[in-house]
């Protein structure tokens, strides 16, 4: 089974500090992913990660920085918290390389999600 | 227009109906459609995914997808209290296996 963990199921931070939070997956996966969930507007992408010290913008990037130094880690940063980032943050990872889009390895595994309140 | 629609219910259903669960999409190069299944404070999973015309049935789940009318669908059979959950759909983007993700349909399953 992938198993994909995320280093915090809940955290609580003050406006201005410098937030890690880590996703780590077993399964060898190419590419891991940070989500923003919000209610009302479904999972957005802030940043992917289809290697080692390779990264891309998603949607909504700002405020956000990421670190990739291992295959299995991939670390999201809010470099100095504010209250509009509290929310849900999920990591998820997927295996093929870029290019194989469109068959079955498609598939995205999800963290258990990490919910963080900016105070 | 949003790239992926859902109907936000909640969907109600009494137990042993089926569920109907619809999303559209807007990128007609879309090859990949998937349906996670989140119940409330958890994570995302996967239920099914399809990548061609037609049906595609896993137990009491059909997803259905027409990509001439860009739409995809979630049916379930027999449904039961334990489907009560928010549905996510997620279209497949560019390359490195991005999805885009609809707001989700939350679906209620009353005895």
């Known amino acids: 089974d992938v198993k994909v963990t995320q280093s915090s199921r809940y955290l609580v931070k003050r406006t201005g500090e410098k937030v890690f939070l880590e996703c780590v997956q077993d399964m060898d996966h190419e590419n891991m992913f940070w989500y923003r969930q919000d209610p009302g507007l479904g999972l957005r992408l802030i940043y992917f990660?289809?290697?080692?010290?390779?990264?891309e913008k998603g949607d909504i990037p700002e405020g956000y920085s990421v670190s990739r130094e291992k295959k299995e880690r991939f670390s999201l940063i809010l470099e100095s918290a504010s209250t509009n980032q509290t929310s849900m943050y999920l990591c998820a990872s997927s295996f093929p390389p870029p290019g194989t889009s469109g068959t079955s390895t498609d598939t995205q595994y999800f963290g258990p999600g990490t919910r963080l309140t900016v105070l | 227009q949003k790239e992926v629609e859902q109907n936000s219910g909640p969907l109600s259903v009494p137990e042993g109906a089926i569920a109907s669960l619809n999303c559209t999409y807007s990128?007609?190069?879309?090859?990949?459609f998937f349906w996670y299944r989140q119940y409330s404070g958890k994570s995302p999973e996967l239920i099914m995914s399809?990548?061609?015309?037609g049906d595609k049935e896993d137990g009491r789940f059909t997803a259905q997808l027409n990509k001439a009318s860009q739409y995809v669908s979630l049916l379930i059979r027999d449904s039961q209290p334990s489907d009560s959950a928010t549905y996510l759909c997620a279209v497949g983007r560019g390359g490195y296996n991005k999805l885009i993700f609809g707001a989700g349909t939350r679906l209620a399953v009353h005895p």
């Open positions: 990660s289809y290697d080692v010290k390779m990264k």
């Open positions: 990128d007609r190069g879309s090859q990949s």
């Open positions: 399809i990548y061609s015309n």
